[in-house]
């Protein structure tokens, strides 16, 4: 099957035009799927399929990302709270995801609506290969009108469990997949000056820059039964909304009225500029599977001339990865100053460091004259 073309978000610029996005991905968190008893709140999952089968019957299309396996686990298995350990989380994220798959294929059925399960990890959506299998899987699901229901693999996954959230993990759907908008359902109604329980706390209607939030009291943990706050929510906003696609955080009681344009929760315009590309998606999608560190003429080449970078401005390599991974790259003071798909794996980049390209040739072969990583396929940071 060939690769879907790159849809360009709407770029969605006011609350009111919200009500024209064409493909949405909405994220529910743990807090906002269980009750007061660490239960599986069916209740709010149904409340959240009426309005995915209102956006249905208007032709939108809606990916949800929705947390809440190792929650919806605990109260069956006898758990007070979210366990510490990996092995007890990755057992209560088994049973938890069979308990959630069929709480939404039950509350999207009896609209008529068919789910599609779909278990990622981060890598799932950062290395360029398994990248563009995840976008082709979601547009055919899409294309069959399906609701795709994205979490994240807990049952096997190891350093996402104790680091990743599903904040980031929708943002990068949503960029994946060139939404129009990202709703952010949370038990908190919105963003505010201050904790919303201090006297004098403010709501943030729009945040039309995140790095401008100076001054603004944020918390960075999240409830007993999630791993996200306040913290993952901003960056996951600010990622989407510098790749087109506008972002707004709210309750899932709000999540109708938001999509109507009504004044509830905080909202975060599209930025404009910036086109869906490999670029952008290498630089606000990926994280380095290693460090390609430099000396100083090649730093400068890369910083200012957006030249190809080759062997010879190579100085060492940190980390082990295959060719075709996307890299890191370092300046002599250690600061990252770019990143790019490597033409070769670190083994082989190791052996190619700080030798010219004839040389390259003379004593590895005649491929190792290509860069080491071609301007085509490299972005400043």
């Known amino acids: 099957m060939s690769t879907p073309e790159l849809r360009q978000p709407g770029r969605i610029t006011s609350r009111e ?35 995915a089968a209102h956006l249905a019957g208007r032709g939108t299309e809606l990916v949800i990302v929705s947390s809440g396996a190792i929650a919806a686990a605990l109260s069956p298995l006898g758990l007070a709270e979210r366990p510490s350990s990996v092995e007890l989380q990755q057992a209560a994220a088994s049973v938890g ?40 899987a979601l547009e ?6 399906a609701v795709p229901v994205v979490n994240e693999n807990d049952t096997t996954a190891t350093h996402e469990i104790r680091f990743g959230d599903n904040d980031r993990l929708a943002a990068l759907v949503a960029q994946l997949l060139g939404a129009d908008a990202l709703i952010l359902l949370t038990d908190v109604d919105a963003l505010y000056t201050a904790p919303p329980r201090e006297p004098g706390a403010r709501r943030i ?34 990622l989407a909304v510098t ?12 999540f109708a009225a938001a999509l109507e344009g009504g004044e509830v929760g905080t909202f975060f315009p599209a930025h404009h500029g910036r086109r869906r590309s490999q670029l952008v998606w290498l630089r606000f999608a990926t994280r380095g599977a290693g460090i390609l560190h430099l000396d100083q003429g090649a730093a400068e080449a890369v910083r200012s001339r957006r030249r190809s970078l080759l062997a010879v401005g190579i100085t060492a390599v940190t980390g082990t990865f295959p060719a075709g991974v996307p890299v890191d790259v370092a300046a002599p003071d ?17 052996a190619m460091a700080g030798r010219g390209t004839d040389e390259a040739r003379e004593h590895l072969g005649e491929r190792f004259r290509r860069p080491a990583i071609h301007r085509d396929q490299l972005v400043t940071l």
């Open 17 to 51: 035009a919200l009500g024209a996005a064409r493909r949405i991905v909405v994220k529910i968190g743990s807090s906002s799927l269980t009750d007061e008893h660490g239960q599986l709140d069916e209740q709010r999952v149904r409340g959240i399929a009426d309005v």
């Open 334 to 350: 250690g600061a990252i100053i770019a990143r790019g798909i490597a033409s070769f794996s670190s083994d082989e980049l190791r």
């Open 205 to 238: 209607g729009q945040v039309d820059d995140v790095a401008r939030l100076a001054g603004v009291s944020i918390g960075s943990v999240g409830s007993k039964v999630g791993t996200g706050g306040m913290v993952t929510k901003l960056s996951a906003a600010q």
């Open 140 to 145: 055919a699901l899409l294309d069959l009108q």
């Open 243 to 254: 790749t087109g696609t506008a972002a707004l955080m709210t309750t899932p009681e709000n």
């Open 97 to 136: 995801q069979a308990l959630l798959a069929g709480a939404w294929s039950s509350a999207l059925g009896a609209h008529g609506l068919i789910t599609g399960q779909v278990l990622l990890t981060e890598s799932d959506v950062i290395r360029p290969e398994t990248y563009r299998n995840v976008r082709s």
